[in-house]
């Protein structure tokens, strides 16, 4: 079976039958006039008929060629115009991202505008969904999900360390000063996301601070324990570098200043392979404010405390 010819020849004929000349297909097909040259002889070699008849003034179809690109003509424009299609489909397509809703809440919104801004042609839809990183269902094109990065086939950039603290107001640390300075939180509120609650077991073990008979206040989410610390409900376990606007502005402190550090953390997930413009902007953009926000949090972090609080 003979082998099939390239789509870029047939586009080569066709550009010599409509202008007749190689310097001119070479031109409206972006390559040399001697690359033209060549992909023809192969084209003619592979179909074993000779289809241009060149001479000084350029070059113009054969019999045979005339007749040929007759039949493969519609063909042509067919895929031609299923091309344009696709990729208008794709320009118009939106960016699909699935992120928890406390980190699309007090990390990528307050950024978001900044890419938009950048790439007004890419809308963004945002789905807050809690559910598996895998992207095979076809209704997500990115995902930022909490982890250890190992999600099978999938490609995983790590944007944020899991690096969490104790929280609360300090109103809050006013009222119970003495129960923080001591290291033990028994009979205080303790606020804690129902997805995260292993963190205030975690943190404590790793502080040395005892949790034992604390009184645990569970949310839907973390950004409603965050609310809830900052309102003086409570003390609230989370990361750091969700809770930096408030930290920051002194709306919420950090009382034993022992920040843990685990092996896990935020990876953007995206699927291997060909990427559409829209997901590879938008990777690349997030990339650069993760290294910028953790430059930022670096800068920030104090010298650890070696004595007790």
């Known amino acids: 079976m003979k082998p099939l010819p390239s789509l870029t020849s047939l586009r080569l ?102 890419f938009q801004s950048a790439h007004p042609e890419i809308d963004v839809m945002l789905d807050t969904t809690v559910g598996p990183a895998g992207l095979s269902d076809g209704n997500v094109d990115v995902a930022i999900q909490y982890g250890d990065g190992d999600w099978g086939d999938v490609n995983a950039a790590l944007l944020m360390e899991d690096r969490i603290e104790a929280v609360c107001s300090p109103m809050y640390a006013a009222r119970h000063g003495e129960a923080l300075r001591r290291g033990a939180l028994g009979g205080l509120q303790l606020l804690q996301s129902r997805y995260l609650k292993s963190d205030w077991r975690d943190w404590a073990d790793g502080a040395g601070v005892a949790i034992d008979n604390a009184r645990l206040m569970t949310f839907s989410s973390s950004l409603l324990a965050y609310q809830a610390a900052v309102d003086g409900m409570g003390i609230a376990i989370g990361q750091v570098s969700l809770l930096r606007a408030e930290l920051d502005s002194g709306a919420l402190l950090a009382p034993f200043e022992k920040p843990l550090t685990r092996a896990a953390g935020f990876y953007l997930i995206t699927a291997r392979g060909l990427e559409p413009r829209r997901v590879s902007v938008f990777r690349r953009w997030i990339e650069r404010e993760a290294l910028s926000a953790s430059s930022s949090e670096v800068e920030r972090r104090p010298p650890a405390k070696l004595s007790a609080p």
């Open 13 to 114: 004929l066709a550009l010599i039958a409509k202008h007749g000349s190689l310097s001119d297909a070479a031109s409206h097909g972006g390559m040399t006039q001697s690359a033209v040259s060549r992909r023809l002889a192969a084209l003619e070699n592979i179909l074993g008929v000779t289809l241009l008849q060149r001479h000084r003034r350029g070059a113009e179809l054969t019999a045979a060629g005339a007749d040929y690109l007759a039949a493969i003509g519609p063909a042509l424009k067919s895929i031609e115009a299923a091309t344009i299609e696709l990729g208008l489909k794709e320009r118009a397509a939106p960016l699909r991202i699935r992120v928890y809703t406390t980190f699309a809440a007090r990390w990528l919104m307050p950024r978001l505008h900044e």
